[in-house]
């Protein structure tokens, strides 16, 4: 659904038909007023598993990052730090 104001940037998203509804304002209409409101609560709400896994997430990119500041030393190369990151 790529239509609308992103609540952050306040950028516009330009709104795109898939090709089998091209010309159809009535869909066009339905995806706009209905679906594009309901996207948006459900990137808001999460579910008991989608807070396991986003904290899980945020556990293991922690555990990198902290790897990356114990290794680095005068001289390194930010491709370094970053193939520490990604092992």
Known sequence: MLH???????????????KEAEGCVEEERWRKELLLPTMREARVVKSAAEID?????????????????????????????EATFQV
């Not at 609308?4 to 795109?16: L, R, V």
């Open 4 to 18: 609308g104001q992103n609540t952050d940037s306040q950028s516009w998203a330009k709104f795109t038909l898939p």
């Open 53 to 81: 896994v986003l904290r899980y997430v945020a556990r293991i990119s922690s555990q990198g990052h902290v790897r990356v500041m114990q290794s680095v030393k005068p001289g390194m190369a930010e491709y370094q730090l």
